[in-house]
């Protein structure tokens, strides 16, 4: 029975794991289990101790919430890192991609553009030198 510790000091209400220091009233009483926290009217949180009894509830909270909040940004970092590489290896392993390729068409157009001209300009000039016979 937790109500026994009330007004003794923390130390002794939580040798009980099932009970709950309340600082501001020094109360002891049974954790209500059916909430995840205490209820304002039973026990403020800055005021609610439970385990231990240099941690109050509120301080717990902000605690867990900026270690889950570090937990779930570096499992993101990971999950981008990750998938970057796997990226990058699908690129390198299947060859080039979409850029590379229109740019190896657009290369070959124009090499193949430029073998016209020089074909042309070859038949004018040869037509030029047996018009004037310096061929």
Not at 31 to 41: M, T
Not at 48 to 71: D, H, K, P, Q
Not at 124 to 131: A, C, F, G, L, T
Request: aromatic share 6%; net charge positive; with cysteine.
């Amino acid at each position: 029975d937790c109500q026994q510790y009330t007004n003794r000091s923390c130390e002794e209400c939580l040798k009980n794991v099932t009970c709950l220091w309340c600082a501001s009233s020094r109360r002891c009483m049974e954790y209500p289990v059916r909430r995840i926290l205490p209820p304002a009217d039973l026990c403020e949180l800055r005021s609610a101790r439970w385990g231990v009894c240099w941690v109050n509830f509120e301080a717990l909270i902000i605690a867990m919430s900026v270690v889950g909040g570090t937990l779930l940004i570096m499992v993101g970092v990971c999950c981008c890192c990750c998938c970057c590489k796997e990226k990058s290896k699908r690129q390198v392993s299947e060859g080039p991609d979409k850029d590379d390729e229109r740019a190896a068409r657009e290369r070959e157009k124009r090499r193949v553009r430029q073998e016209e001209r020089r074909a042309e300009m070859k038949s004018r000039h040869d037509e030029i030198r047996r018009k004037y016979g310096t061929v």
